[in-house]
């Protein structure tokens, strides 16, 4: 395994899974979209409104994206954290994943980076982060992984080689190794074990593998007749903060910048036993490599 300043992860890994994970973001956002456009926006765009505002936003846009185990509305600790920035004068993207057990400063007191979305939402849990790596996020989606599963049933499963026996009862894991289709409870159990060696890295590869799954089954042509229900799930259960001229300035960049390379990085650092409890120790040395790309 070739180490680097972003994290023990293989660059070719890690460079071979990110363009199905940003298609996948894109898509939704195409839904959501597609969604406001029929329901609320067609007036504004067709008056020249939305055109008019899309046309000024030109500025590199730092998106945050949380991942939730519960109902979409309610409060609970973060699953999944990704920062994605998007610059249009050079059709770049980057994507940087941040452990949810990263150490950080959240009201005064140190704690777990996941935790700022239980005591304060997304707006705590952006503000934090920008506090932390001194950048500005400009919009937040906050995804709840009844998603996942809902989309997952509607492609009719994905087939994954499952290295382990995973079996967790209190988790609703319970996976034999094997060569298997599984449908999305099963696909969920999955990417959320932890029982490897690998520990959290192992379960955010298999997450990020999940959803380049999906991705590729979303993205076929015979899913056109299921739009609607897709979009249904994406309304039900993603949250977001965009406009309409904000949405469609995302996609058109997001389209024009598919065939250019796209730079997945991870927050350096290392797991440390804190006090009995493990933390993501953030690398400041380090750090400043990674984040000029989102300021």
Do not use: C
């Amino acid at each position: 395994m070739r180490k680097n300043i972003f994290g023990d992860i293989p660059r070719g890994y890690i460079r071979g899974v990110s363009p199905f994970l940003v298609a996948f973001i894109i898509f939704m956002m195409f839904g959501l979209l597609f969604h406001w456009y029929d329901s609320t926006q067609k007036t504004a765009i067709d008056n020249g409104e939305i055109v008019a505002e899309e046309e000024e936003l030109i500025d590199p846009m730092n998106i945050l994206i949380l991942g939730l185990d519960v109902a979409k509305g309610s409060t609970g600790r973060t699953d999944t954290i990704m920062l994605l920035n998007f610059r249009p004068d050079r059709d770049e993207v980057y994507l940087m994943s941040i452990p949810r057990d990263t150490r950080i400063k959240i009201r005064r007191s140190n704690d777990k980076i996941n935790a700022a979305y239980a005591y304060g939402g997304a707006e705590l849990a952006r503000k934090t982060i920008e506090e932390f790596l001194d950048i500005e996020i400009d919009h937040h989606i906050v995804l709840n992984y009844e998603a996942f599963v809902t989309l997952i049933d509607l492609v009719g499963g994905i087939e994954v080689e499952v290295p382990v026996r995973m079996h967790v009862p209190a988790e609703n894991i319970n996976l034999r190794p094997g060569l298997q289709k599984l449908d999305g409870a099963g696909a969920l159990a999955y990417a959320r074990f932890r029982g490897t060696a690998e520990g959290d890295l192992g379960r955010a590869k298999r997450q990020q593998e999940i959803i380049k799954l999906l991705a590729a089954e979303l993205l076929q042509p015979r899913m056109v007749i299921k739009l609607p229900q897709i979009i249904q799930t994406m309304t039900d259960y993603v949250e977001h903060d965009f406009s309409a001229a904000e949405l469609m300035r995302f996609a058109a960049v997001a389209a024009r910048s598919k065939n250019k390379p796209i730079e997945s990085l991870m927050l350096p650092g290392t797991n440390q036993k804190l006090n009995g409890i493990w933390y993501y120790i953030v690398n400041e040395k380090q750090l400043p490599e990674v984040v000029k790309n989102f300021q």
